[in-house]
């Protein structure tokens, strides 16, 4: 395991700004263009998009005691902040093009755990082939880390908004829901982006975003005024873990599934097969956007019908 | 005086993450534009950059207890956060675009603080014409403050880069330099925007940066390898405060000058006279570039010619 704070390591107190961005740029490797493509002027200068490209801005943090703990492998919490970022692109349809860091330390941060935090980071970033153009640290008393992440993505494709759906649609997710924490997916996910990309080429797809904090919220976000969804409580992919499913309640409140929850115009039976074809994340149909009666927003359908409002809250950062 | 973390004032924790975000979308007017264009969807959909124009990419970020104090007014604070990123986009010769901002706060933090600093960023966004198109926040223990912010500056000038001095070149700097932490200078600065713009258009200008760490530490980013930089004492543009003059050894090293510190083939004398005639800072020849000798990299030369080693350093953030 790695202890990230122990003044008796190697700690970045121990070096200058200089050496800490040489040492990160060995780690980052090819990854990071040469100046002034990459870190080393006073901006990078981005690689102009393609042409008729839409561009993608997106930002995501990552703080010790938050979004990890301390006690979490510094590469899975380093991937963590690089996938995030990516499962925002994925959700508009685009694709991850580059990305600006700033990270904030104290001094007795070992530079063991900092390297391997740049490992995760580095190793999901080359995996999709996102350039880290530039960066920025500061330091801070205490025992803190986070880093925070810009991420421009392109696409030629229209962009998949939230907006745009209406009664009627049918409720759909990929993948899994629920025991997000528990089982570590908040951390080793991979970002749906060819499933993104290929739900913005099918016109069918009315809206889309990413679960991050859990469907009780973000499908609010989709939801056309006057609307609620219900969603069948049979159709829910829940999450196994160790021989048991993930609970109805968690799968829709716990946050970071890191899916894309979308909707869509009639049967996605057609994209289901396409996504199968492809070895993609599945695709569920979990439900449909039927106009607000009197069970509020979200309303559970047992297997034979019945309804019930269902009143839990997703996660906030805040609350 | 605004007191940035007393629990029994309105603070962050009393309010959800929208309650927060429409607060400050409130403050924030038509600088943050409607979704997706701006805040409210997955990603922000940037506006295509001007065809033929250079992106550029930055980020900075202020923490309170590092780069302001808690007792500095939240207006200024935030002012600091847009400018000093809108400085390294000056410093390449292009003009400011667009921001995304991330923010982290203990929930302890007062409501009227918040809305200080962003009304501070908010009118120096406006000022230079940046629209704000995403954010992100997040809370942590303890009395915490920062925000981070990445900007995008487009050019369609060539860019300016801190590589392309040659030994012999004029070293050159806009304004007055030192006491910036007494003044309040760090603070309150314009970002050379227009001179930046100017120094790209000629083309004799060939290198420049931004004065964030102090001369001692930014000129070594010009310097060509095996070069040194000889500065005139009697040319330096010393700071006044309070009837006295900056001293030698602090407008070399104290940082956080935002000026732009740049290198010219031949004399800038006709650029000087362009800079006067628009009103701009002033230039101010300092020195030049020679071979390295036994001085080091950093000579001062007095008024008859002696050379002395300037072995002060400027300002680092981990030091």
């Known amino acids: ?23 990160l740029k060995n780690i980052f490797g090819d990854l990071m263009p040469p100046s002034p493509f990459g870190p080393g002027d006073d901006c990078a200068i981005i690689d102009n998009p393609p042409p008729n490209s839409k561009l993608y801005a997106t930002s995501d943090s990552v703080i010790m005691g938050v979004h990890f703990s301390p006690e979490t492998s510094p590469e899975r919490s380093g991937a963590k902040l690089l996938n995030r970022n990516a499962s925002d692109i994925a959700s508009m349809g685009g694709r991850p093009y580059c990305a600006i860091t700033s990270a904030v330390f104290s001094k007795n941060l ?15 970033a080359s995996k999709l082939g996102v350039k880290i153009v530039g960066g920025d640290c500061a330091s801070v008393k205490g025992d803190y880390f986070s880093m925070h992440l810009t991420m421009l993505g392109v696409s030629t494709l229209r962009p998949l908004l939230r907006t745009g759906a209406s009664i009627g649609d049918k409720i759909c997710v990929t993948g899994s829901l629920g025991l997000s924490f528990e089982t570590g997916h908040h951390l080793d996910f991979s970002p749906r982006l060819r499933e993104g ?74 994209l289901s097969e396409l996504f199968k074809s492809e070895g993609l994340a599945p695709i569920s149909v979990i439900g449909e956007i039927s ?28 609350a």
């Open 197 to 270: 990309e290929l739900l913005a080429i099918d016109e069918n797809v009315s809206a889309c975003t990413d679960l991050s904090d859990g469907i009780a919220s973000d499908i609010l976000n989709l939801l056309p005024e006057s609307a609620a969804a219900i969603l069948d409580e049979a159709s829910l992919p829940l999450r196994k873990f160790s021989g048991k499913l993930a609970k109805i309640e968690n799968a829709l409140t716990d946050g970071e599934d890191y899916e894309l929850l979308f909707t869509y115009k009639g049967n996605p039976l057609r």
């Open 110 to 124: 070992s530079l063991n755990w900092l390297d391997g935090f740049c490992k995760g980071l580095s190793d999901s």
């Open 291 to 318: 106009p607000k009666g009197n069970f509020g927003s979200i309303i559970l359908r047992d297997g034979v019908g019945n309804l019930k409002a269902f009143r839990g809250r997703g996660y906030s950062q805040l």
């Open 1 to 23: 395991m790695s202890e990230p704070f122990d003044s008796k390591l190697p700690h970045v107190g121990q070096l200058s700004e200089k050496e800490i961005i040489g040492r």
